[in-house]
């Protein structure tokens, strides 16, 4: 099993994921993508976009503001109910969420039950507790010069969706059962991010809010779970390493009737990567309480109306890029030596090809390896170029960032106009014309 540490130091050393603001001691609970980080955070994003958007009918985009009027937090309930509870070490004085704390508890879990557990704890392994304290996870700013005009950073993109069910519905109106898809940044006040990237306080999402006729929930909510599975071992996750978990009515969130978590093996344990939620109408009910603007769907045709229910997947971003991350780092020997190898999908590598003269110091060499590295980027963009260290270096390189073929110009070429091609998982090499690539 890979180990976490070897993931985070991979990340660092070739560009994937530093933490945030590095330069000054960082940042506790942000991260910087670097090059390659952003390249592979992109092509994620992008394939969920085309799997979910793109390549279907009834699925449409939205893009909102991060910072939203404050009424929608109050008519969602996260102004009183967003809350995460708090413990102190009356020992350490250290803080923690404490159901993460301890085993078998939700995020309900009282002062009683949490003392009856007999957790130590993790910084000092004493066991002396205050009480449970409810934490609000929103980040608050103020907007404007008035100091009292306080406004709340997104804690999920989900709201920006539900605020424009309607702008929707009367611009395109689309036939129900139609989805509305979102990506982008939320924040959460975590009380001890954890666990690299797995529990930040700024990280993304990607939400879709599903809108149907209450009476066929259950069907799509099928529908939808099968989807996210399937999408799931698209980006190359292995069906052993998914689980299904049904939450329990006490452990749900305030909105929802019922809700599967998709969890995924960790280098940390068993942890949710995504959940995929029965909203009801909670959130349009909520609008249309709050906004007196009517949040009802009027069936074409037959004139029938309802406010639609909703059906939500939703996936961290960050949390699939480890899972993607952990699946495709694999160890292995060759000639004797200790290799380290990204086995990632070729769509999702930063790099697909990566072109090298053989030496770097023979002109006619250097000139026929940066005409191949021409042509392959006009084709496909994505190809880098290396000339630096011996080969053996060069591929160990690109072995780490996943970088499924690495072409070689050397004399052969000059005659005969074949170049070789290493292919990263087998390091088997072939000898090819360039436009063949
Ligand atoms: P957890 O119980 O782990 O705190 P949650 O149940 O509060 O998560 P949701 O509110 O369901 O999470 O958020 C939807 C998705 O957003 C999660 O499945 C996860 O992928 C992602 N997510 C939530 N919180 C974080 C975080 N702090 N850092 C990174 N991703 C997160």
Not at 249 to 258: I, L, P, Q
Not at 339 to 354: I, M, N
């Amino acid at each position: 099993m890979v180990k976490m540490d070897d993931i985070v130091s991979l990340c660092k050393r070739r560009g994937f994921i530093w933490q945030g603001s590095d330069v000054y001691g960082g940042m506790a609970g942000t991260w910087d993508f670097g090059p390659l980080g952003v390249s592979l955070k992109k092509k994620v994003m992008d394939a969920w976009w085309k799997y979910w958007v793109e390549d279907r009918e009834d699925m449409y985009g939205v893009d909102a503001a991060i910072i939203m009027n404050p009424q929608v937090w109050q008519a969602s309930g996260h102004t009183e109910t967003f809350n995460d509870p708090l413990v102190e070490c009356k020992e350490c004085h250290n803080r923690f969420r404490a159901d993460k704390i301890a085993e078998g508890v939700s995020e309900k879990v009282t002062t009683e039950e949490f003392k009856a557990l007999g957790v130590k704890c993790p910084n000092c392994g004493k066991e002396n507790w205050s009480e449970i304290k409810q934490f609000n996870g929103m980040f608050r700013t103020n907007v404007g010069v008035d100091p009292d005009n306080i406004a709340y950073l997104r804690p999920e993109t989900a709201q920006g969706i539900f605020t424009n069910y309607k702008n929707v519905v009367d611009t395109i109106y689309p036939d129900l059962p139609f989805g509305l898809a979102q990506q982008g940044k939320a924040f959460r006040n975590e009380i001890s991010p954890r666990d690299f990237i797995f529990r930040s306080r700024e990280f993304n999402q990607m939400e879709i809010e599903y809108f149907v006729d209450p009476e066929t929930w259950e069907e799509h909510f099928d529908k939808l779970l099968a989807g996210c599975h399937d999408f799931l071992e698209k980006m190359g996750l292995k069906p052993e390493s998914i689980h299904e978990l049904d939450v329990a009515a006490e452990d749900r969130a305030h909105y929802s009737k019922r809700t599967i978590d998709i969890e995924f093996d960790y280098p940390i344990g068993r942890e949710e990567l995504m959940g995929i939620a029965y909203r009801t109408d909670f959130d349009l009910g909520n609008i249309q309480r709050v906004s007196g603007k009517n949040m009802e769907y009027i069936v074409k045709g037959g004139g029938k109306r309802f406010i639609p229910h909703v059906i939500e997947p939703s996936m961290g971003v960050e949390r699939l890029l480890m899972a993607i991350l952990c699946t495709a780092y694999t160890e292995d020997e060759v000639n004797g030596e200790k290799r380290v190898l990204l086995r990632l999908s070729e769509d999702l590598t930063p790099y697909r090809f990566c072109v090298s003269p053989l030496l770097k110091n023979k002109p006619e060499l250097v000139a026929k390896a940066q005409e191949v590295y021409d042509m392959l980027r006009k084709k496909y963009g994505n190809v880098t170029w290396d000339d630096s260290g011996n080969i053996g270096k060069r591929y160990r390189k690109q072995d780490e960032i996943g970088t499924p073929k690495c072409i070689v110009v050397d004399f052969d070429t000059l005659e005969d106009g074949t170049v070789t091609v290493r292919d990263r998982d087998t390091t088997e090499q072939i000898r090819v014309k360039p436009e063949e690539l």
